[in-house]
């Protein structure tokens, strides 16, 4: 049973970076695609950033491209989400995701419509001066 983890959250001031850490336990995430969502009081969770590594394919909402990043390390153990020039809007608590990589029709699916099957407990982030 695949089991995820989130670290690395925190507070940041605008503009500025974080780099948040997903370890998994119990699997690789070798045949797994990721992905990253964020969650924000009174409002719907949301797919950030979704990666498939059967073809390489990656997703990111608009409002998040060009700043963040998603990542998987070289033994399959752990994926990031680097976040560059944050913004207060970028606040809530971020969840790590996963789910088997030939289950999902695409990349954009899994962020938006098909939410995975495995998740971490989520860590929080708060952007602010």
Same mark, same amino acid.
């Given at each position: +049973?695949? +089991?995820l983890?989130? =670290?690395?959250? @925190?507070?940041?001031? *605008? @503009?500025g970076s $974080? /780099?948040?850490?997903?370890?998994? =336990?119990g699997s690789? $995430?070798?045949?797994?695609a990721i ?6 009081p009174? /409002?719907?969770?949301?797919?950030l950033?979704?990666?498939? *590594?059967? &073809? @390489? =394919?990656v #997703? #990111?909402?608009d409002s998040? /491209?060009?700043r963040? !990043?998603?990542?998987?390390?070289n %033994? /399959? !153990?752990?994926? #990031? $989400? +680097?976040m560059?020039d944050?913004k207060p809007? &970028?606040s @809530?608590v971020y #969840?790590? %995701? %996963?789910?088997? %990589?030939?289950r999902?029709?695409t ?5 938006v419509?098909s939410? *995975?099957?495995?998740w971490g407990?989520? !860590?929080?982030? !708060?952007?602010?001066s």
């Amino acid at each position: +049973q695949l +089991q995820l983890q989130e =670290s690395g959250g @925190g507070l940041v001031q *605008p @503009g500025g970076s $974080l /780099k948040l850490s997903c370890v998994a =336990s119990g699997s690789t $995430l070798e045949d797994y695609a990721i992905g990253w969502f964020r969650q924000v009081p009174g /409002k719907e969770r949301e797919g950030l950033s979704c990666f498939n *590594p059967r &073809d @390489g =394919s990656v #997703y #990111y909402r608009d409002s998040v /491209k060009g700043r963040f !990043t998603i990542s998987r390390d070289n %033994a /399959k !153990t752990t994926m #990031y $989400l +680097q976040m560059d020039d944050l913004k207060p809007e &970028d606040s @809530g608590v971020y #969840y790590c %995701a %996963a789910e088997g %990589a030939r289950r999902i029709y695409t990349v954009r699916s899994m962020c938006v419509v098909s939410p *995975p099957e495995y998740w971490g407990h989520g !860590t929080q982030v !708060t952007v602010s001066s």
